[in-house]
C-alpha cells in the first residue's frame, strides 16, 4: 500500500470518526443519531468502495499501458539489434 493511499484511508478514517463524535454530541434524541451515524457510515462506505473500485480500474488501465510499452520498446531493441548485427 502507497503512503498516498495510506494518507487518504487516514483522513477518511478520521473524518468519519470527526462525524460520529460531532453527531453523538449533538443535543438530539439517540434514535435519531443513530440514524444519522448509519447514513454517514454508509455513505462513508460507498465512497470508499467507489474510490477503490476506480483506483482498481485505473490500475489495470496502467497494467495494460505499461505490458504494451514493454512489446513496443522490446520490437524496437530488437530491430536495432538486427540493424547492428
Not at 1 to 26: E, H, P, Q, Y
Not at 57 to 85: M, P
Request: cysteine-free.
Amino acid at each position: 500500500m502507497s503512503t498516498k493511499s495510506k494518507v487518504l484511508i487516514g483522513i477518511l478514517g478520521a473524518a468519519a470518526a470527526g462525524v460520529a463524535i460531532g453527531l453523538l454530541i449533538a443535543p438530539e434524541k439517540g434514535a435519531r443519531i443513530r440514524g444519522r451515524i448509519r447514513r454517514q457510515a454508509n455513505g462513508l462506505a460507498n465512497s470508499l468502495s467507489n474510490l477503490f473500485s476506480n483506483a482498481k480500474g485505473e490500475l489495470t488501465e496502467l497494467k495494460g499501458r505499461v505490458k504494451d510499452g514493454k512489446s513496443v520498446a522490446q520490437e524496437k531493441v530488437n530491430r536495432l539489434k538486427e540493424n547492428f548485427v
